[in-house]
């Protein structure tokens, strides 16, 4: 079975650029997730959707980052503008109801 | 403010011998705790949890306790191996937020051969 597709796995951009992170969660899983993680603060919630529907986006940086998710397989994550304190890596992931995450490989950004 | 923490960033044992990684934490509505397993280049995956009504769990080599007064769990790995190598992140969550699990920042565990 396929798990938690994510994409790209790295992407190196200068500051100021769009990035646009993907995510296609786990067939007939209704909940999706955005983690951040970096060295300091470990592995941070950014956004969980659940059917397809933002619920809880207090973990959101900051105006720069935003989150979408159009239909039950897939899944963006945008930081607009992009700053070198952004980089980390970015995990998505999916369950099903209250059941156990699964993660994608996560996609590593690094900002210039 | 760090709810979930674990303040050892990395644990060497010795292959064969108990490995013991420690987790804190400050919200007492926490009712669920899990370990998570991640290998470089790789997502994190689930490893063993415990509902806060136990004081221990086990699966195999891995036994996780639970201290509610103390806000402390632990992971215990006997014996340990080399592909227990990795790093473990503890994380909880809350009746009045079930999905939302707060991880620690990890402990990076190496087995030595």
């Known amino acids: 079975d396929a798990g938690v597709i994510q994409s790209p796995r790295h992407e190196v951009t200068e500051m100021g650029q769009e990035v646009t992170l993907r995510c296609k969660p786990i067939?007939?899983?209704?909940?999706l997730f955005w983690y951040r993680q970096t060295m300091m603060r470990g592995l941070e919630l950014l956004i969980y959707?659940?059917?397809?529907?933002?619920?809880?986006d207090s973990g959101m940086p900051e105006d720069r980052f935003s989150a979408k998710m159009p239909n039950a397989s897939f899944s963006t994550l945008k930081i607009q503008p992009s700053e070198p304190r952004d980089s980390a890596v970015y995990f998505c992931?999916?369950?099903?109801?209250?059941?156990?995450?699964?993660f994608g490989e996560g996609s590593r950004l690094t900002v210039l | 403010d760090q709810q979930v923490k674990q303040n050892s960033p990395s644990l060497s044992v010795q292959e064969g011998r108990i490995s013991i990684l420690n987790c804190d934490y400050t919200?007492?509505?926490?009712?669920?705790f899990l370990w998570y397993k991640k290998y470089p280049a790789e997502g994190p995956t689930f490893l063993i949890s415990?509902?806060?009504?136990?004081d221990k769990n086990e699966d195999g080599r891995f036994t996780v306790f639970l201290n509610k007064s103390a806000k402390h769990l632990s992971l215990h790995i006997v014996p340990s191996q080399p592909g227990d190598s990795a790093v473990y992140f503890c994380?909880?969550?809350?009746?009045?937020?079930?999905?939302?699990?707060?991880f620690g920042s990890g402990t990076r565990l190496l087995v030595r051969p």
């Open positions: 959707f659940n059917n397809n529907v933002p619920i809880d």
């Open positions: 994380a909880a969550s809350g009746a009045d937020s079930s999905y939302k699990l707060i």
């Open positions: 067939s007939g899983h209704n909940s």
């Open positions: 919200n007492s509505m926490f009712d669920y």
């Open positions: 415990i509902s806060s009504i136990k």
């Open positions: 992931a999916s369950s099903q109801g209250a059941g156990e995450l699964f």
